[in-house]
């Protein structure tokens, strides 16, 4: 079975036409002979019967050059924007550049490899060129080994139209909340959109419960017991799930739930560029005169919105709490188990709460979301700790989960390396792009003299070659023989402190699933009650009892469902 038949059928590819593309069964051979196919979609609600054609089109031209196709790559995401990561995209690259597997990465058209311009491409470029790999665009018949001028002028192209793209929805979008219309989005619960109005309107289904929630906040009911007595009702949200205290904090602290426009402001990064996010909360987008700005109808007013976040103010902290607080200082971590424990009766994540471990589920529902588990944190933190280190000493020194723990470790220790390595990564494909501008200027538009060109080339290139140097030394691989021992693991451990010991768990579990009790007083030694999940273990295992099982089985299923969702 191809390991790219998950994202195949996904496209609506029946197995018939898979076996006459070539893509149904895997392929080996020379890599000069194999290649890959990038496909990408920049929204989620845009149709695959355009995809599926790309995907036929890019199969004839491969068998038109005798080659066989290794892998399709397929991803739903943004190539303009900086901030978002492209894992199928960079995983093709190094399939081609870094492994080797293929010598040929299709693409369909420029614009589906990037809009981020002549630097991002410029560099890939040259990994291509270094490895004896290529790109070929079908659409446009271009192949990087004979083309790179063109393919970096039509990449600067694609990242023009995109600016242009941004510019002139972010203006649709300003001149839509001036005028008091709703944007687009989510609406909150118990309001609706309808069709061609813009305008919120009540949804009939939602807007009486929302009413309730609403009256319950202003008769000062927290939203823990607003939560649990919906739930207690099997009352769910528009989802289909239980009621949690933080939907319901969300929705009190929501401008638009009471019908008027808001105003976020974007999270932007230390140079400014924006992160594709926005800060929570808001306020009310005024008009000329000061007053809000109305998009319909709200399930609240603005009154009512006003003295809903009065109440919840009074029961804040005052000073604010030591999460998000900088005059408070960054809080301390006490608890191992915060981010690899789960309950074994929802599959939840458990909470650290004072003493003990909890079910988290529990905590922002009530307990009719689930019944819950809870352990004294001390104990479970101890047995975790000596089944990790019986575990790591167990494997032998070449075992990768060895590897990871030391890389893993390393990490923890050196984390401006990673945010360094980004900004070099970032300024080198800032400086390729303005070599590529160069080279525009003056061989393809004829706009500067060659004194200037060789003059500006030899700047640029000095910074290249500067910043090339820099980033192989940070990519390069950083020795981990003196972590390659267990006794020298098991010496680091105790010596790590509670936060790198979370990262040393992190490399070696998927994560830890405490079953409950029998019944109230059961003295089943916790060694019994907890179900270790080990990278380095495939499946489930054999010797384990019925619960433990069972909560494998739910953690199998949960990663099932996130690699088809």
């Not at 309730?212 to 009911?221: E, N, P, Q």
């Amino acid at each position: 079975m191809r390991e790219d038949m998950s994202a195949l059928k996904a496209l609506g590819f029946e197995d018939e036409e898979l076996v006459r593309l070539g893509l149904w069964e895997s392929v080996t051979g020379d890599p000069f002979d194999l290649a890959d196919i990038y496909l990408r979609r920049s929204k989620k609600k845009d149709t695959v019967s355009a995809l599926r054609e790309q995907v036929r089109r890019m199969c004839a031209h491969a068998a038109h050059e005798k080659k066989r196709i290794r892998h399709v790559w397929f991803e739903q995401k943004s190539a303009s924007k900086s901030y978002v990561r492209r894992e199928e995209f960079d995983q093709a690259c190094a399939a081609v550049t870094g492994l080797g597997l293929s010598k040929t990465l299709y693409v369909f058209k420029t614009s589906r490899l990037s809009r981020r311009g002549m630097g991002q491409v410029g560099l890939l470029l040259d990994k291509l060129e270094e490895s004896e790999a290529r790109i070929y665009v079908v659409a446009e018949n271009l192949d990087s080994r004979y083309s790179r001028m063109i393919l970096a002028i039509l990449s600067e192209q694609a990242r023009e139209q995109a600016k242009d793209i941004s510019d002139f929805t972010k203006i649709g979008i300003d001149g839509n909340k001036a005028d008091g219309k709703w944007t687009g989005g989510v609406t909150p619960y118990g309001l609706m959109a309808p069709a061609g109005t813009g305008k919120l309107a009540h949804n009939p289904k939602e807007y009486p419960l929302a009413r309730r929630i609403a009256l319950y906040l202003l008769d000062r009911k927290t939203p823990n017991w607003i939560a649990n007595t919906l739930n207690s009702e099997k009352l769910v949200t528009r989802h289909g799930r239980p009621w949690a205290a933080t939907g319901i904090i969300s929705l009190a602290h929501s401008v638009t739930w009471a019908g008027l426009v808001a105003h976020r402001e974007r999270m932007l990064d230390e140079s400014g560029r924006w992160l594709g996010k926005y800060h929570r909360g808001g306020t009310p987008l005024l008009d000329r005169k000061g007053h809000p700005i109305s998009c319909g109808e709200g399930v609240i007013t603005f009154a009512e919105h006003v003295k809903i976040k009065s109440i919840l103010a009074s029961r804040a902290q005052k000073g604010g709490s030591s999460i998000g607080d900088r005059t408070r200082g960054k809080r301390e971590i006490v608890a191992l188990l915060s981010n690899s424990l789960r309950c074994g009766r929802c599959n939840g994540p458990m909470a650290n709460g004072g003493p003990n471990y909890r079910c988290y589920t529990r905590q922002n529902g009530g307990p009719s979301t689930c019944v819950g588990v809870s352990t004294d944190r001390a104990r479970a933190d101890s047995t975790v700790e000596a089944a990790w280190l019986t575990h790591v000493l167990s494997l032998s020194p070449e075992s990768p989960t060895i590897h990871e723990i030391a890389r893993e470790w390393l990490s923890y220790q050196d984390p401006a390396r990673d945010e360094r390595k980004a900004k070099v990564n970032a300024a080198l494909e800032n400086a390729v792009g303005r070599e590529m501008k160069l080279r525009k200027e003056f061989f393809v538009l004829n706009r500067m003299s060659e004194a200037d060109y060789e003059y500006l080339r030899k700047d640029v290139s000095d910074q290249i070659e500067a910043l090339k140097a820099e980033a192989s030394e940070l990519n390069r691989g950083t020795d981990l023989s003196p972590l390659m021992s267990q006794e020298a693991l098991a010496t680091l451990w105790h010596g790590a402190g509670i936060g790198g010991q979370r990262a040393l768990l992190k490399a070696a579990l998927h994560g830890v699933t405490l079953l409950p009790a029998r019944f109230r007083g059961d003295r089943t030694p916790l060694t019994k009650r907890l179900v270790f999940d080990w990278k380095d273990t495939d499946g489930i295992p054999e010797d384990v009892s019925e619960g433990a099982r069972a909560a494998f089985q739910r953690r199998w299923e949960r990663k099932m469902a996130e690699r088809t969702a």
